[in-house]
């Protein structure tokens, strides 16, 4: 059944000003300046009547004024299209608003122009501040009046339209529930990275996807080239630093201490990472003053000078920087180097099968977990080995439909809201490289004595969303069923105030 016949039986919801939705508003900010002119240049006709090019112009002007000049001539020639197309929207809704007998009286458009402030004077309408006004708005009575009407009559369309949807009370209760309700669960994640290296690759399987998909790994050395094949020089380095940042600090005594710590360092036997544990003012003295392997970049500039020379298990002299004095103990070195495309691909193309494997490992490790969990108790041989773990957010609403730290799964959201407290889902979930197993501890429902204030608000929300979706569906089957004519393409070809020469006039 048509969308029209629908709106016609109406329902016995409350009005609700809808003004037809995106097209509807458009209406109203573009056409506020002018009236209806009849025009033998027509751009287009709806059902017969003429969209003129002086119309068109009037609202084109209007709306590139808007854009201040920031158009270029795509932007223009998209603008045009836009403006033309509401512009004969206009008319479709102008022309189902006269057949459906909507319309305002004379009386009650006045009725709008006397309460309008600008055309008062000591608070009461005045004829001549009336006249004065829009004459400096280059506009007539009768046009400003004219164009007033034309608004009340899409309002009340729009109304018309608001009137047709309802929202049942049984509705709003489920709806609000659904936002008020917090969800209690616990999940496992289960990364691709903890299955990647238990995947067996053949040479032969690994030759094969050389053979087959070389370009891929072509590809994909090339947008790794930096990062991991062009390698610079790296040194892997600990550190012991006495800070000298902080107010009051006596550099010479602070300097003569690092000198101390520094000869303790160097001394034979001599245990590094002791001396950072126990002397180091840096947060890496917790794992003995590791820095991990750093390039020259990733160093302090004054570091890397002192490290340069140095080689492995050798100690830098005091090395003065903006955060204190640092001893500096090189653990490795790796010079610079460039892996070349025959040597990396056989580690490209295990990789690269791996990755296509790892799901079904993922998910059938997920499936063992699923079935532990809902007898009762996961086994620690299933989570330890991979450094899995049970995993519990703060109780959460579905609002947005995004799980906490898991992020949004629609079938997650789906599953949550038909599962029972204590259900462990029966399908693990995949989002990007992560697959998770979930379990819904409880369901905590909203106190009723919150039901009056929060379903208002759930109210406007429905009748909105379905209004919304209501007009778009109305708009659609209606322009879809009119009578348009486009008689040019808006664009470069035709800018406004040039309609082709050929341009047919409008049908009578």
């Known amino acids: 059944m048509a969308v029209l016949e629908n709106l016609r039986k109406g329902t016995d919801s ?3 000003r809808v003004l037809i939705g995106v097209v509807a508003l458009a209406l109203i900010l573009f056409l506020g300046d002018g009236a209806r002119i009849n025009s033998s240049s027509a751009l287009a006709t709806v059902n017969g009547a003429a969209v003129t090019q002086a119309e068109f112009d009037r609202v084109y002007r209007m709306v590139e004024r808007q854009e201040r000049g920031n158009l270029d001539d795509a932007g223009r020639a998209a ?11 206009q008319e479709v809704f102008l022309q189902e608003a006269q057949r459906l007998g909507i319309a305002v009286s004379d009386t009650e458009v006045m009725r709008e122009v006397v309460g309008v402030p600008a055309f008062q004077k000591d ?23 004219a164009e007033r009407a034309r608004e009340l009559v899409l309002g009340r369309l729009g109304d018309f339209l608001g009137s047709s949807v309802a929202v049942t009370d049984a509705e709003v209760r489920r709806a609000w529930l659904e936002s008020e309700t917090q969800y209690d669960l616990a999940y496992i994640r289960l990364p691709d990275t903890a299955f990647l290296a238990d995947i ?39 550190t012991i630093l006495v800070r000298t940042d902080v107010e009051g600090a006596d550099k010479a005594a602070l300097q003569a201490k690092a000198e101390a710590l520094r000869a303790s360092a160097v001394a034979p036997g001599a245990d590094f990472a002791a001396l950072a544990r126990d002397n180091s003012e840096d947060l890496s003295a917790a794992s003995g003053g590791s820095l991990g392997t750093l390039t020259r970049d990733q160093l302090d500039p004054m570091v890397a000078i002192a490290v340069d020379s140095l080689g492995a298990g050798q100690v830098s002299p005091v090395v003065e920087t903006g955060r204190g004095f640092q001893v500096v103990k090189v653990d490795a070195v790796e010079d610079a180097r460039l892996i070349p495309f025959d040597e ?12 296509e494997k790892v799901g079904a490992e993922q998910r059938a490790w997920a499936g063992k977990l699923v079935s532990a969990w809902t007898a009762g108790a996961i086994p620690p041989e299933l989570t330890e080995p991979r450094r899995l773990a049970i995993e519990q957010p703060d109780p959460f609403r579905l609002r947005e439909g995004t799980v906490p730290a898991v992020g949004r799964i629609p079938e997650l959201t789906a599953a949550l809201e038909n599962a029972r407290a204590g259900d462990v889902l029966p399908v693990p979930f995949q989002d990007g490289p992560n697959v998770y197993v979930v379990k819904l501890n409880q369901k905590l429902q909203p106190s009723e004595d919150s039901f009056a204030d929060g379903s208002r608000m759930v109210r406007l929300q429905l009748q909105n969303t379905r209004q919304q979706a209501f007009v778009e569906s109305w708009r659609a089957d209606l322009i879809a069923r009119a009578k348009i004519e486009r008689h040019v393409q808006m664009g470069p070809a035709a800018t406004p105030g040039e309609v082709p020469a050929d341009a047919p006039a409008p049908q009578p």
């Open 200 to 238: 067996q690759v053949s040479d032969a399987d690994r030759d094969a996807l050389l053979a087959s998909k070389g370009a891929e790994v072509q590809k994909r050395y090339d947008e790794a080239y930096d990062r991991a094949y062009n390698l610079p020089k790296r040194w892997t380095v600990s």
């Open 123 to 145: 608070g009461k309408f005045d004829q001549r501040t009336y006249e004065k006004v829009l004459k400096n708005m280059g506009m007539t009575p009768e046009r400003f009046q």
């Open 79 to 89: 603008l045009q299209a836009e403006v033309l197309e509401n512009v004969i929207a």
């Open 344 to 355: 990396a691909k056989l580690d490209l193309a295990v990789q690269m099968i791996r990755e």
């Open 14 to 16: 409350t009005s609700t």
